[in-house]
Each structure stands twice: as structure tokens, then as C-alpha cells.
């Protein structure tokens, strides 16, 4: 008897872009679905910043940053929405490339 066999292809839309991801955030939503938020983490950038001029007119040190705390920054750049039965094949898929 001949095997059962299906074959997909696969094609990108248009706006596909694959982003960097440092982490990601998410948890259930109100239907019971996995949501997952992906972001990449980078220091905030100031203000303002003032430095000492050089009598020859280049800069000399910093003298002052504001603000002089920066925040980490989350920039969230895509996110997934999927089922309950669809995170689990993902996690399973997910754990046999790790093991690779």
C-alpha cells in the first residue's frame, strides 16, 4: 500500500523581515492563547550631553549627561499570537533544534 505523504510550500509575504530578538514577553490572553512580544534590549540614549572645548576646538571630556540615569530600553518589534496546542508543537519543535 503507498505511503500518505503531503508536501507544503512555502512562500514570503512581501513585508517579511526576519528582526533580531535579545528576549521576549507575553503570557495568556483573555481567549487562552500564547502571546509572545519579541524585543531587543539597548541602553537609552541622553538628552543631552555637555563636554569641556578644547582651546584647539575639539571636544575635551564629558561633563554632564541628562538624564544622568538612562534606562535599559525594550524596544518591542514583533509579535506572535498562537493556540494553546500550537505553542506546545512550537515548544517540542523549538526543544529538537536546541538538541541538534
Avoid at 503507498?2 to 523581515?17: M, S, T
Avoid at 519579541?38 to 571636544?59: C, G, H, M, Q
Avoid at 544622568?68 to 518589534?77: A, E, Y
Wanted: proline content about 4%.
Amino acid at each position: 500500500m503507498a505511503e500518505d505523504k503531503i508536501q507544503f510550500k512555502y512562500e514570503f509575504a512581501n513585508q517579511y523581515v526576519p528582526v533580531y530578538s535579545n528576549g521576549c514577553i507575553g503570557g495568556k490572553n483573555c481567549r487562552g492563547e500564547v502571546v509572545l512580544n519579541f524585543y531587543t534590549e539597548r541602553v537609552a540614549i541622553p538628552d543631552s550631553e555637555e563636554y569641556v572645548l578644547n582651546e584647539d576646538k575639539t571636544l575635551g571630556n564629558l561633563i554632564k549627561t541628562e538624564p544622568r540615569d538612562l534606562p535599559i530600553i525594550r524596544t518591542v518589534s514583533t509579535g506572535v499570537i498562537m493556540t494553546k496546542d500550537q505553542a506546545r508543537e512550537f515548544h517540542a519543535w523549538l526543544g529538537r533544534v536546541l538538541d541538534e
